[in-house]
T-cell receptor, first 113, second 114 residues
Framework: DQQVKQNSPSLSVQEGRISILNCDYT??????FLWYKKYPAEGPTFLIS?????DKNEDGRFTVFLNKSAKHLSLHIVPSQPGDSAVYFC????????????FGKGTTLSVSS | GAVVSQHPSRVICKSGTSVKIECRSL??????MFWYRQFPKQSLMLMAT?????????EQGVEKDKFLINHASLTLSTLTVTSAHPEDSSFYIC??????????FGQGTRLTVV
């Protein structure tokens, strides 16, 4: 049973517009969430994270929103750029040492110019 | 973040042979490393958690005798796929745990078993 779900396998956005990538989780014990970007044949690259005690974290063009009651988080990219085209993975973990990340299936973002 | 180097990036081996994949933490002493596997269009599935100086903890369904993990130092963990079969063909990725929650990943290894 998937604990982290990314229900949209793909998303297409025009350059300059906002990209919104969604993620849902089922385990209410998760208390730390991360977004990774991945290109084919490469390892994931860390983008941004958020602790469960917050509802928003912003870093440049990337903002992550967390709605704990809905067990939902989203990544907003604005403005979107063609170089943002990649697979985006949502991950969750427990805030204790040595715990692995649980990943969603990923969403392929395509930004057209 | 931590710099993680994985080697080789691509390997092709014959069915029945063994393949070793190395994961090095270049600028960080990694007590804990993770090994993931990704099949095409699938998520990154955790295979095992590797702790320096002790036995790895394997996820359910991952054969520990087939996927041998050694984490002998704070900078190196190895994954050996023994008696590889075509169904073991996948993308293997190692990650280093930094602090309590953030993980940084190697560039991955594409294994093809023919």
């Amino acid at each position: 049973d998937q604990q982290v779900k990314q229900n949209s396998p793909s998303l297409s956005v025009q350059e300059g517009r906002i990209s919104i990538l969604n993620c849902d989780y089922t385990n209410s014990m998760f208390d730390y969430f991360l977004w990774y970007k991945k290109y084919p044949a490469e390892g994931p690259t860390f983008l941004i994270s958020i602790s469960s005690i917050k509802d928003k974290n912003e870093d440049g063009r990337f903002t992550v929103f967390l709605n704990k009651s809905a067990k939902h988080l989203s990544l907003h990219i604005v403005p979107s750029q063609p170089g943002d085209s990649a697979v985006y993975f949502c991950a969750a973990s427990f805030y204790q040492a040595g715990t692995a990340l649980i990943f969603g299936k990923g969403t392929t973002l395509s930004v057209s110019s | 973040g931590a710099v993680v180097s994985q080697h080789p990036s691509r390997v092709i081996c014959k069915s029945g042979t063994s393949v070793k994949i190395e994961c090095r933490s270049l600028d960080f002493q990694a007590t804990t490393m993770f090994w993931y596997r990704q099949f095409p269009k699938q998520s990154l599935m955790l295979m095992a958690t590797s702790n320096e100086g002790s036995k790895a903890t394997y996820e359910q369904g991952v054969e520990k005798d087939k996927f041998l993990i050694n984490h002998a130092s704070l900078t190196l963990s190895t994954l050996t796929v023994t008696s590889a079969h075509p169904e073991d063909s996948s993308f293997y990725i190692c990650g280093v745990l930094s602090g309590n929650t953030e993980a940084f990943f190697g560039q991955g290894t594409r294994l093809t078993v023919v």
